[in-house]
C-alpha cells in the first residue's frame, strides 16, 4: 500500500493538523490490514509486489498465500455469485492475500500491455484457446480460482465448486496446521481456547477450548486431536482469568 503524505504547505496551515492525518492513514491501514478485503491486481508484478517476503523472492516463502480469481468482465457475476468468491468469514489480509484479477480491464490501458509480464493467466498457465488458435468456451476457464501457497515449491490448487463445496470453507481447509506445539511456561496450568471474533468488530463471539496444559508441559495438536489453521486466534488462560 502506497501512500503519499502532504506537506503543511499542501494541506494548508488551517487545516487539519498533521499529527491527526498521521493518526487517520495509520487507522485506515490497520483497519485493512486486521480485515479480509480483496484487492483489485492489474498485473504479475503487483501481486508479486504484495505477498514476496524481499528481493530473494521465491528462494523465500512468501509474505502470506494468496487466493486469486481470475476472470474477464462478461463472467464477474459468475464468480461472485456462482463460485461464492468473497473475503467475509476469512482470515485478515496479515494471514491471507485475497486478489482478483480482470483481464479485460487490466489490458485496456494506454501503455503497452506485455502479456509475459502482466497478465495472470500467463502467470499461471491458465489456456484460454485451443491449438489451433481458437477461443475456448468462456465457461471453460472463466472464471479460474487458485491458491498461490506461501511455499512456491508447492503446487498451486485450483478451486472446482463441484467437488470442493463452499468456497470459504475451502480456503479455510487449505489454511489447516498438520501439527503445532504449544508450551506452558507458567507455574499453573492453562486452558488453550480459539476465540472466534466478528468480522466486522473485535468482539468475541464464541470460544472454544482445545487443550489444557500442566505447569511446565507441552502439548502437541494435529489434525487428529484439534484442526487448527493459519488465522485462528488462539489464546492461553488461566483460572485467574475472566
Not at 495509520?26 to 480485515?35: D, S
Not at 497478465?119 to 476457464?141: A, C, H, L
Request: some cysteine.
Amino acid at each position: 500500500i502506497f501512500v503519499l503524505f502532504p506537506t503543511e504547505s499542501e494541506v494548508g496551515m488551517a487545516s487539519v493538523p498533521r499529527t491527526v492525518f498521521f493518526a487517520f492513514i495509520a487507522l485506515t491501514l490497520q483497519f485493512l490490514l486486521t480485515r479480509c478485503y480483496i484487492f483489485e491486481l492489474w498485473s504479475i508484478e503487483q501481486l508479486d509486489d504484495m505477498i514476496l517476503s524481499d528481493a530473494f523472492k521465491k528462494s523465500v516463502p512468501a509474505r502470506t498465500p494468496a487466493v486469486i480469481g481470475l476472470y474477464e468482465t462478461p463472467c464477474k457475476n459468475r464468480l461472485y455469485q456462482e463460485f461464492g468468491f468473497t473475503a467475509d468469514g476469512l482470515p485478515n489480509s496479515f494471514t491471507i492475500t485475497i486478489a482478483a484479477f480482470d483481464r479485460l480491464k487490466a489490458s485496456d490501458i494506454w501503455y503497452t500491455w506485455y502479456p509475459e509480464i502482466m497478465d495472470m493467466f500467463v502467470r499461471y498457465n491458465i489456456s484460454t484457446v485451443n491449438e489451433d488458435g481458437s477461443s475456448k468456451p468462456r465457461d471453460d476457464w472463466c472464471p479460474t480460482v487458485l491458491f498461490q501457497p506461501a511455499d512456491w515449491s508447492a503446487p498451486v490448487v485450483q478451486y472446482n465448486p463441484a467437488t470442493d463445496g463452499n468456497f470459504v470453507n475451502w480456503v479455510w481447509s487449505l489454511l489447516a496446521i498438520p501439527q503445532i506445539t504449544f508450551t506452558n511456561t507458567l507455574e499453573k496450568s492453562v486452558n488453550l481456547v480459539i476465540r472466534g471474533t466478528d468480522s466486522h468488530s473485535d468482539d468475541i463471539v464464541n470460544e472454544l477450548v482445545i487443550a489444557q496444559i500442566a505447569p511446565k508441559a507441552s502439548v502437541t495438536l494435529t489434525s487428529d486431536n484439534a484442526m487448527l489453521h493459519a488465522g485462528d486466534v488462539v489464546v492461553a488462560v488461566t483460572d485467574d482469568d475472566t
